[in-house]
């Protein structure tokens, strides 16, 4: 198993910049493939960014590409999201989450088995 904590979230005004840390436990970060979710209030629970277990592969939501930056440091077992350009709509609680599926890309909520407990991030216009 693998414990997820986010921070980095914050309020910040339209056009502004967040960046959001997920820090794992244990020794097998690398084996996992991360992802960040975001949930806003009275929506669903939706990917926004993917990286494989090395972070030479991304995914991003249409909606943020160009604008956020999934990274990842095995060595420091420590995902990111460097969040560019915010827009109020970007306004959720946003979720690390962990999956032992291979492949490029994992979009679905029921493919992850651990989450973090969310670090809320507010944009104002």
């Known amino acids: 198993q693998v414990q997820l904590a986010e921070s980095g979230g914050g309020l910040v005004q339209a056009g502004g910049s967040l960046r959001l840390s997920c820090a794992a436990s244990g020794r097998t970060f690398s084996n996992y493939a991360m992802a960040w979710f975001r949930q806003a209030p009275g929506k669903e629970r939706w990917f926004v960014a993917g990286?494989?277990?090395?972070?030479?592969?991304?995914d991003y939501l249409d909606s943020v590409e160009g604008r956020f930056t999934i990274s990842r440091d095995n060595a420091k077992k420590t995902m990111y999201l460097q969040m560019n350009g915010l827009k109020p709509e970007d306004t959720a609680v946003y979720y690390c989450?962990?999956?032992?599926?291979?492949?490029?890309?994992?979009?679905?909520?029921?493919?992850?088995?651990?989450w973090g407990q969310g670090t809320q991030v507010t944009v104002s216009s």
């Open positions: 990286i494989n277990r090395s972070g030479v592969t991304t």
């Open positions: 989450a962990a999956t032992r599926r291979g492949g490029f890309y994992h979009r679905g909520l029921n493919e992850y088995d651990y």
